[in-house]
């Protein structure tokens, strides 16, 4: 038996270093290129207007607007004050213009937004006002008593993705539980979410309305979630919380509408609106709430879809799964190592986990302890059953040899660990290995049949061999 511990080179330190911060990168990323780029000058973006004034009129002030801040407002002409306050309250409009002499009218949806209403108030007083002119406004749509602002629901919208994307990530940890199982789980944890979300936003803070509709797309927002980061899993490894954290989170906020309306983001965050399930998500509940369930298709449409994205997803995951274990059962191989589960550094500590022994790519968790199992003649023995235990005996990991005669293990915390290797008709052998994350180690054993010593091993002796660098011990049982 032998057991070094590896030193790393330099090159293997900058990928490891790039392993552990590329989460950490993404993150700063989307703080300072999502969130600051979407919040920190709100600027209006075709922001539509009734006007009830005839076309000359209408076009005169659209030149007015233009010039004030170009391509900021699209006036549509109608014919009446009455049809314009309409066009407001159907969700048309984000506001209605009725022009005259000395009174002209403003018309506004705080639902909308209370910082998309105060720029249109500040545009149109200084584009219209004159001497002896006052702007009248008046409230057509006022938010509810527990969303003052218009933002209340973008809390409960991440209250209901942020708990399923970890209800994602602690799937992974399920020992013993099925796909099905899986997919069962976190379809009822987005139930529980959505209903926590939805009572005490509707009934504990008045936030959003007692609607049903309120509850089940707060409920297909968990779904769209959680379905789709966890059919990444398969596909992207551990990669995928950063494609899970940068579309649902980081993208997903800074587009929402949620606390700056989209007509006031830039063109980029404008795009991705219609497309990500929280912005579809806080429309629904805007339009349930405020505009009597108007505008409804296109949002449940696309959280649908992302769900079928997500159901699809976890289907080629699982037909993948099953052509790689066909490929390796005709190539004849044993003692199958499954890839250890992917996890969110950000919430996970490492645990140990059995390892495919072959070279690793960047991503990838590392191995700690690795080894190779052979007989007499240097032969390699697969199928030997590795067991890690800590000094007290319980179990850390299990696994089995490759048909190379190797295995591979990480997710050790410091201290002293007992591996053994065992196979039938062989005699077993143990050593004793101080495991660090810092330190990898190789611990190679030579099994002999039955009760044969190996000649000149002073194992065979039933020898002691202790490191006093590393701390190491090594014995046959």
Not at 233 to 247: C, D, Q
Not at 319 to 333: T, W
Request: proline share 9%; with cysteine.
């Amino acid at each position: 038996m032998a057991s070094a511990h590896t030193k790393k080179r330099p090159g293997e330190i900058m990928r490891t270093l790039a392993m552990g911060l590329w989460l950490p990168a993404i993150f700063l990323a989307g703080l300072l290129f999502s969130f600051l780029l979407a919040f920190h000058n709100p600027t209006p973006h075709h922001i539509e207007v009734a006007v009830a004034a005839p076309p000359a009129t209408t076009a005169q002030l659209q030149s007015q607007l233009d010039t004030a801040i170009p391509s900021g407002f699209i006036l549509q002409p109608v014919d009446s004050a009455a049809e314009a306050r309409s066009e407001v309250l159907n969700h048309d409009a984000v506001a209605a213009f009725v022009p005259a002499p000395h009174h002209p009218q403003l018309y506004g949806a705080k639902a909308d937004g209370a910082a998309m209403e105060s720029i249109i108030r500040q545009v149109f007083t200084s584009a219209v006002q004159k001497p002896g002119t006052t702007l009248a406004f008046h409230e057509l749509v006022s938010t509810r008593p527990g969303d003052s602002l218009g933002i209340s629901p973008l809390y409960l919208l991440m209250g209901c993705t942020l708990p399923v994307y970890f209800l994602v990530v602690a799937m992974q940890r399920a020992v013993g539980f099925s796909r099905r199982a899986h997919v069962a789980t976190m379809v009822g944890g987005g139930a529980v979410a959505a209903l926590a979300c939805y009572l005490t936003g509707a009934y504990g803070m008045d936030a959003i309305p007692q609607h049903p509709l309120a509850l089940l797309y707060l409920f297909l927002l968990t779904q769209a979630v959680s379905l789709t980061s966890y059919g990444f899993v398969p596909f992207l490894g551990p990669f995928f919380p950063g494609a899970a954290v940068t579309l649902f989170i980081l993208l997903g906020v800074s587009s929402s509408g949620g606390t700056v309306p989209v007509d006031l983001l830039p063109g980029f965050f404008r795009f991705l609106h219609p497309v990500l399930p929280m912005g579809n998500a806080a429309d629904a509940l805007r339009n349930v709430g405020y505009f009597d369930g108007r505008q409804l298709g296109r949002p449940t449409a696309v959280l649908c879809a992302w769900i079928a994205a997500g159901a699809a997803l976890i289907v080629l995951g699982y037909l993948k799964q099953l052509r790689r274990l066909v490929r390796e059962a005709q190539a004849g191989i044993t003692g199958y190592v499954p890839a250890p589960p992917a996890e969110d550094p950000t919430v996970e500590l490492p645990e140990p986990v059995a390892l495919p022994p072959h070279r690793h790519h960047f991503g990838e968790q590392l191995p700690i302890l690795t080894g190779r199992v052979s007989g007499l003649a240097g032969e390699p023995l697969p199928g030997v059953t590795i067991t890690v235990t800590d000094p007290h005996g319980r179990q850390l990991v299990r696994t089995r040899t490759d048909q190379n005669g190797e295995y591979a293990a990480t997710g050790f915390h410091d201290g002293f660990a007992i591996v053994v290797a065992g196979a039938p008709g062989r005699q077993p052998a143990a050593s004793r290995l101080l495991l660090s994350p810092a330190t990898p180690v190789n611990q190679d054993f030579i099994l002999t049949p039955g009760q044969q010593a190996v000649p000149g091993d002073m194992s065979s002796h039933r020898a002691t061999t202790i490191s006093h660098d590393h701390g190491a011990t090594s014995r046959t049982l």
